[in-house]
Each structure stands twice: as C-alpha cells, then as structure tokens.
C-alpha cells in the first residue's frame, strides 16, 4: 500500500499503479487494484483515470519522474562530468542507487516497456520520458570529446540498460555489482569509444 499524505491524488494513483506492476504484473494493474493499493474508495482511480490507456500514460510519466530522482538531486538531472572519471562516477553511482534501492522501478519500467510495445499511444510517450536520459548523456559525451556522441550514446545507454536488465530480471538477478565494479566496466568502455581523441574544439577527457 502507498502511504504519504502529501503526495497529491495523481502521484498517489500512479505510485499505487507502479507498486502492483513490480508486484503482480500488467495483469494485475485494474482500476480497482489500484484503488486498494492506494488507499482511496472505489472509482477514485476511474475519476482521474477512465480508460487502461490513460491509467498506463499516467504510470509511465510519474515513473520517469520517480527515475529522475534517482539520478541525481534537484530536477534529477546528469551533473556535469569531471572527465572520464567524472562521467564514470556520475553513471556508476546512479546504476548503483537502482540496483541497491530502486529495483521495483525497473520492474515496473520493464512492464511497461512491453505494453508499449503493443500500444502505439503509450509507445509515443514511452519514448519521450526515456528520451530525456539518452539526451543528457549524448551532450555529456559531446562535451567531452566524442566523435559520434549519438551512436556512443546509444552504446552507453544500451550498456546501461543491459546491466540493469540482467542484474533485476535476468541471468544476473541474483548478482549486485559494486559500485566500483559498475565504475570500471563503465571506464572500460568510454575509453574504449574516445581512444581516437577528441573531436575539434572539445576538450579531451585527460
């Protein structure tokens, strides 16, 4: 059950809806199920909510917002790398904050990764939470250097989400990297995509 009086109706709602995902699955997201989860009488769910569609648009946009929050303080945005050892930290130590404390979200994000898949509405807004973190490290990676900092982008985030992946609902699951061994793995490959240097203009990341 969600708890918290200061959460307003739609978080609380929504949080409730996260919660039963990681917990039961998409089978187990009803307007009732909610209701129950959340502590609210029957048909507030429905009330802010009316359709499947519009209660899994409300899940995915409280997640993201919940998922920034995990990435730093504040907005929940990236802080700036202080080269590659900065820009490693700054990653290692957000993974690590999912795996150690935020492991329904990811299950509750995986949920919903397949439905999007199956619903071309919520895939549109799927894609446009997800695209906030992919941004931030595109420029985090232009700004130091990168030659292709879209396609290593998508190197780097793909890592990510893999390691995340196989560490929560995968052949890792009962395996926590560290956070020093998520640093390195993390190292390991932003050398590997900036041996070639930096490109024009930017500054190298040592």
């Known amino acids: 059950m969600v708890t918290g009086t200061r959460a307003s109706r739609p978080a609380l ?23 129950e989860a959340a502590g ?9 909510a009316r359709t499947r569609a519009a209660l899994l648009e409300l899940t995915v946009r409280r997640l993201a917002e919940r998922e920034r929050a995990v990435l730093g303080p504040g907005d929940g945005a990236l802080p700036p790398s202080g080269g590659l050892d900065g820009l490693a930290d700054t990653l290692a130590t957000a993974l690590d904050g ?31 939470q997800g695209r906030v973190f992919r ?6 990676l232009g700004a130091a250097g990168s030659r292709a900092p879209e396609r290593h982008a998508l190197s780097l985030v793909a ?5 995340l992946f196989s560490c ?9 990297p560290s956070r020093r061994e998520l640093r390195e793995g993390i190292r390991e490959l932003l050398s590997g995509m900036l041996a070639s240097g930096p490109r024009h203009g930017a500054a190298p990341y040592e």
């Open 98 to 128: 999912y795996l150690s404390g935020h492991r329904r979200l990811l299950v509750a994000r995986y949920e919903l990764a397949l439905e999007a898949t199956r619903r071309p509405e919520l895939r549109a807004v799927y894609d446009a």
């Open 135 to 140: 941004d931030m490290v595109e420029a985090m």
């Open 159 to 163: 890592w990510c989400d893999g390691v």
């Open 168 to 176: 929560t609902a995968g052949s890792f699951h009962t395996v926590r």
């Open 40 to 48: 609210l009488p029957q048909g507030s769910t429905s009330n802010l």
């Open 13 to 35: 709602v929504a949080d409730a809806a996260i919660g039963l995902l990681a917990e039961r699955g998409l089978r187990g997201l009803t307007h009732r199920a909610v209701d």
